[in-house]
């Protein structure tokens, strides 16, 4: 590889790689969205990916990754390899998967779930969308103390969907008290309805973190129950 080639690849891997604050800061974001299926939350923006800059705090040298991406862009699977050390995989056999392109449902329905001893291996998903947005009118009133107080967050969960294209998900189950809309653009029906059929056997399944261009993140579980209202083709 020569000097030019090396300087290169460091710009790659600067950009995905958060700062020690940042990623402390990130992985709460990720714990607050995946116990509670369909309220958003932030990470912080760097020069890469968003999606990329979540995996790296995930990762590590016991986590084989794969990174999906489109032509051009295979500097990011090196680039997360060198930011965090963890083994590079095919999608199948990865524990953890970045979709920085849309995935197939035939990628979708190809990785592991692990079982119903062995939950733990299933792959965790981490999906670049377009966009995502929340409703959580049905559920401020459960998750809301009373009092003249209470009111939406502020944060980028508070209000409707916004209008435009995407696949609407109402969600149910552990963590969500009733139900939840979300809208995220930029993946299929397809797709969506892939990652039902794979955690149709839960505990085995698949755990997956959307991450919008913006930072906006949303984390559905394998234990959470999607149907899927309308959405793109």
Known sequence: MTITAVQGIGVHVRAVTPTAARAQADFRALLNVLSRPGVLDAVGRTEGPPALAVAAGLADVEVPTAVLTAPGEEHWVRALHLATSAPIARPELARMVVALRPPTAAEIL?????????????TRLVAAVADLSADLSADLSAEL?????????????????????????????????????????????????????????????????????????????????????????
């Open 110 to 122: 190809a990785l592991t779930r692990g079982d119903a001893l062995h939950p733990e291996h299933g």
């Open 145 to 233: 103390p009373a009092g003249p107080s209470a009111g939406p967050s502020a944060g980028p969960s508070a209000g409707p969907p916004r209008e435009g294209h995407g696949t609407v998900l109402r969600l149910s189950g552990p963590g969500v008290p009733g139900t939840r809309r979300l809208r995220v653009a930029g993946l299929s029906t397809e797709v969506f309805a892939a990652l039902i059929s794979s955690n149709a056997d839960f505990p085995a399944g698949v755990d997956t973190f959307l991450v919008a261009a913006d930072g906006t993140v949303a984390g559905l579980p394998r234990s959470t129950r999607i149907e899927i209202e309308n959405g793109e083709h």
